[in-house]
């Protein structure tokens, strides 16, 4: 039949063509595959546990019995009404069975409902629902922009909760894009706000999402990278000793550590070049978090890209010493990021 646009996606399932019988739900954004996969059960059938109407299958269960699938699509519904055919984690590995499947489709009541992962444009379950003419492959993205932003205002809503500017902003950036993390990240929110006080707080700060809302581990890692960048020691011993205690392993470390000086590479390259400060930090993606900008910039201020690049080439090099059988890993990882940060002057030069 198609492949259906990620924008469509959504009116699709509401009013799917007519003669489709074949519906892949796949992509990056599992949270949201899972969404749509139930709000369409929830659209043609009053109870979706009711086995006369819902079939759910694994692909474990399939690989026991092939034939399993068509039995099911071919079962006529004894309380009447559409079936539906739920195969859940769907992989390539089933692209022939679905086929048949589809095939035989045409002649029941039953629709095959299909869940599946990342597909790239090669997979064959991919195909197979773009080319059937009684199928449709609908992809199911991350929520950026726009749609991120609405989506988190209305479970917000739904929840009574407000946030005021900065706690938005660092909301935003702690969230992946895949929406049952955000939206379990945000029903924790409303029970942190209603054990906070009596009746349940509605308005939530800054200082309220940073300590509900995000790994310890992820804001170890960046207080370590930052403190490393600047050029801290003191920083630097009080976050590394703070990162070892919490079970982070060294090569984290120095990945984390890496990934951050190649922002700042990137960020100072395009300085180097003629942009400004706030031009360069705005290019980069993710954006700088504008808590950070301040430290960020200043770090900018210390560094040029060829200080930088052998910054680099140290956090590398430690990085396979730490995994050298024997290595004691935290020292490696510790004195390399006291040498990275002995670097850090202001030598950058603006052409």
């Known amino acids: 039949m198609t492949k259906v646009a990620a924008g469509k996606v959504d009116g699709f399932l509401a009013n799917p063509a007519p003669g489709c019988r074949g519906l892949l739900l796949y992509g990056p954004n599992a949270g949201l595959v899972h969404e749509r996969a139930e709000g369409f059960v929830a659209r043609i059938v009053e109870d979706p546990h009711d086995p006369f109407r819902v079939a759910e299958l694994t692909p474990d269960a399939l690989k026991e019995d092939p034939a399993r699938l068509i039995d099911e699509v071919g079962a006529l519904s004894l309380t009447g009404g559409m079936r539906i055919v739920r195969l859940r984690d769907a992989g390539d590995g089933q692209s022939a069975t679905l086929g048949d499947a589809l095939g035989a489709a045409d002649k029941t009541s039953s629709t095959l409902l299909v869940e599946s992962g990342d597909l790239g444009p090669r997979s064959s379950l991919?195909?197979?629902?773009?080319?059937?003419?009684?199928?449709?492959?609908?992809?199911?993205?991350?929520?950026?922009?726009?749609?991120?932003?609405?989506?988190?205002?209305?479970?917000?809503?739904?929840?009574?909760?407000?946030?005021?500017?900065?706690?938005?902003?660092?909301?935003?950036?702690?969230?992946?894009?895949?929406?049952?993390?955000?939206?379990?990240?945000?029903e924790k929110l409303a029970l942190y706000a209603q054990e906070s006080s009596g009746n349940g707080q509605k308005s939530l700060s800054y200082d309220d999402i940073v300590a509900c809302v995000g790994d310890s581990a992820e804001l170890s890692l960046e207080a370590v990278s930052f403190a490393v960048a600047g050029g801290d020691a003191a920083a630097i011993e009080r976050t590394l000793g703070r990162a070892f205690r919490e079970g982070i392993a060294p090569v984290s470390l120095l990945r984390a550590v890496g990934r951050h000086l190649q922002r700042l590479q990137l960020a100072a390259a395009r300085i180097e070049a003629?942009?400004?400060?706030?031009?360069?930090?705005?290019?980069?993606?993710?954006?700088?978090?504008?808590?950070?900008?301040?430290?960020?910039?200043?770090?900018?201020?210390?560094?040029?890209?060829?200080?930088?690049?052998?910054?680099?080439?140290?956090?590398?090099?430690?990085?396979?010493?730490?995994?050298?059988a024997g290595a004691p890993a935290q020292t490696v990882c510790g004195r390399t990021l006291f040498r990275i940060a002995a670097g850090s002057r202001s030598a950058r030069t603006r052409s």
């Open 126 to 186: 991919r195909r197979l629902f773009e080319g059937a003419k009684n199928g449709a492959a609908l992809a199911c993205y991350g929520d950026e922009g726009r749609d991120l932003d609405e989506l988190i205002a209305a479970s917000l809503a739904k929840n009574g909760l407000n946030l005021d500017n900065d706690a938005r902003a660092v909301l935003l950036d702690r969230l992946s894009s895949d929406r049952s993390q955000i939206r379990g990240e945000i």
């Open 274 to 324: 003629g942009a400004s400060d706030k031009a360069a930090m705005d290019d980069l993606r993710p954006k700088v978090f504008f808590k950070q900008v301040p430290a960020f910039r200043r770090q900018l201020g210390l560094w040029n890209t060829q200080r930088l690049g052998h910054a680099l080439g140290l956090a590398l090099d430690a990085e396979i010493d730490c995994k050298r």
